[in-house]
């Protein structure tokens, strides 16, 4: 038990991110619009904790300074991409190299600088256990909520929620909000809690791996969260490996996460029609209403 | 028009006015809505009917004119406002959510409280007193066409509407599920509701309508008795002058079979699509085929096996003048005569972005030397075709060498017909060739199938329309759930018959066609 319990807490450690980043990224991907600038809302939010942590002192001023981060990328990403009606896949990436510069401008005074870290039990913080209650949260409120039906409705057919009479574009540009606030928040668990330092470049992917999970997920949160758990196992058990020394190389071992990640997408999607029963219809799709 | 006083009008639209810039789709237009009263409003497509339905639905706004509900002037901001006044409005492309459920897509539509099991169990009451039955926990996904209409129905009549629109409910019905409707509708009616029904079956119209608008160009050019009417007369008025009825046929196809599918069996290639299972067919040279049937029972799916946009497991599935097409691709195919024209015209049939000579070479590129030859595209020579194609079937366009997008749905639907036709194939296949055409445009590409058949090819329809399968076909085959049914002569299928097949009751229809042989004129 005594040598289980490390192990746990540090696979938690490297799913949590995951979870708030995916979860967050479900939601607006329900609502039809594919957000690729995770990545780039998540090292902002990264940032941008770790910068009012360290001003101010306050790790938990830290983490509304990152929800607020990535929701200001998102507010930018659904000005485009919904007022504007850009294309959301180059929009998205363009926000997630925005973010990956604009993250190192900011922060070069903040490498290198230390902060108080949240509070914790064993690496165990309040962020951990938000991350299953929003898990939770969500879930119910895409299948047992009028609210949730509605961002389910806008993801599957924008024209007929629209000729209902439902805003198409106010709940679109909630459900960015809400996505941008999660990725803000999970870059935020990095820099305040994981690490907790800033180094530039430090989510090192992860955006992308929780955009992954989504689809690995089938649009499910609890899903979602047993993939990210699945990832997080995986990475920290390629990293034990490591130590024993058994032969294998350590690149292979350290791409071994994003490799299975492949696999088992491949292998999901190899269902079609199932995968294509539980895509958002409208995913991607630009709403322009009629005048 | 003449007014009644004595009851004020449940609906009225005085001098309707609706532009899309320098187009004008409704102009001033008047109308009037009874209560109780099943109202037709008749056009032709592009007459101005949907945009006018959408302005009283809310869905769009008038750029001038007034609504009056109850003789009281009234704006429809939204469509929620039209369903808070009691409007309810039934869609020809429906706006249900494929993925959710019968009872989440009606919760949808309706205020209050949200608690599905109490709904559900309204939806069951409701559905059963209407004869309407339906499963509220359904995906809609996997509702068949008429299931779905009976959603966006008992989705209205949960509103107690007091105004009931429906738009073309009929044509994606079998008969005898048009038949339910029309019970449930004259129910509605008795209970004081008015229906506003949009539809271009006159015979239809003529049965359970009392009044009739109709609009041509955007105006209103008629409002009359339906019932006093001839549907010659309605054509007229619709159209503004006759329709030539397609010349009559020829004499019994006498020529070899061109086209043969033998025992053709398919999985499904989506979640919505349809399995097609062990499908025979022959079609000589000189015949139209016509395969009817109801949307979404594999229609689609044997075009993409016939065309070759899905290849079979082998060879003799699909045969081309006796030769195995099975695992060939369309440009095989193309090589060895045949043509095929699919459903959508804009996305399918032609690529709306690209002028109509580019189009040309879309389906010519692998056949024909003078449009291209040594991996170049000849301009001259595709400019030549489709100028020709132009010509021959009177494609009216703007300017010379348009945008496919720019032609209007019939014109551009003549176009891609033709086009194929140019190469006087030995086998055209035709899904939907008439859908969403009017009147002329559809007479002009009827006739021009009956012509290429004399000619001595092979002409396979797959069409929904009864009409037209009965002005065109010499057999006719139905396709219901991926299978196909027995070909028989047109003269020995009546419309009852192919709604038994439509509805899977072979033999229902069976034992309807053994009938009409032993008592039929023709034994």
Sequence with gaps: MDAVLPILLTIIAAATPLVLAGIGELMVERSGVLNLGVEGMMIMGA???????????????????AIAAGAAMALLFGFLTLTLATNQTATGLAITLLGLGLSG??????TGQPITRLPNWHGIDILVIFSFILTGAVAWFLFRSRAGLIVRAVGDNHTSAHTLGYPVIRVRYLAVLFGGGCAGLAGGYLSLSYTPQWIEGMTAGKGWIALAL????????????????LFGAISILAFTVQTFALGIPSQFLSALPYLVTVVALVIISRNRLMLRANTPACLGRPFVPDR | MKSVPAQTPLLEARKLTKTFGALTANDAVDLVVREGEIHALLGENGAGKSTLVKMLYGALQPTSGALFW??????????AAARVLGIGMVFQHFSLFEALTAVENIALALPGDFDLAALSQRITTLSADYGLPLQPSATIADLSVGERQRVEIVRCLLQNPKLLILDEPTSVLTPQEAEQLFITLKRLAAEGCAILYISHRLEEVRRICQRATILRQGRVVAACDPRRETPASLARLMVGGDIHAVRAHRDEAAGPVRLKVNELSLPPDGPFSVALKDISL??????????AGVAGNGQSELFDALSGERLADYGHAVEIDDQPAGRHGVNWRRRHGAAFVPEERLGHGAVPMFHLSDNVVLTRHAVDATVA??????????????????????????KPDPEARALSGGNLQKYVVGREMDRNPGVLVVNQPTWGVDAGAAATIRQALVDLATRGAAVLVISQDLDEIFEIADRIAVIARGE???????????????????????EAAEAQ???EGSHGPHP
């Design chain 1, 105 to 110: 401008l900011i922060g070069k005074p903040f």
């Design chain 2, 513 to 515: 066609a053994a009938g």
């Design chain 2, 282 to 291: 022959a079609v000589r040279g000189g015949e139209v085929f016509c395969i």
């Design chain 1, 47 to 65: 940032v941008a904790g770790f910068g009012a942590a360290f001003m101010t002192g306050s790790p938990y001023l830290g983490i509304l300074a």
């Design chain 2, 484 to 506: 196909l049914s027995e070909a028989h002569a047109a003269r020995e299928m009546t419309p009852e018959m192919i709604g038994l097949y439509m509805a899977g009751m072979a």
């Design chain 2, 70 to 79: 109850k003789g009281e002037a009234i704006a429809i901001a939204n469509p």
């Design chain 2, 373 to 398: 030859a040594n991996r170049r595209v000849l301009r001259p020579g595709a400019r030549a075709i489709a100028d020709r194609v132009i010509a021959a079937f009177d494609v009216r366009k703007g």
């Design chain 1, 214 to 229: 989504v689809v690995f997920a089938s649009w499910r949160p609890w899903r979602l969260l047993a993939g990210a758990y």
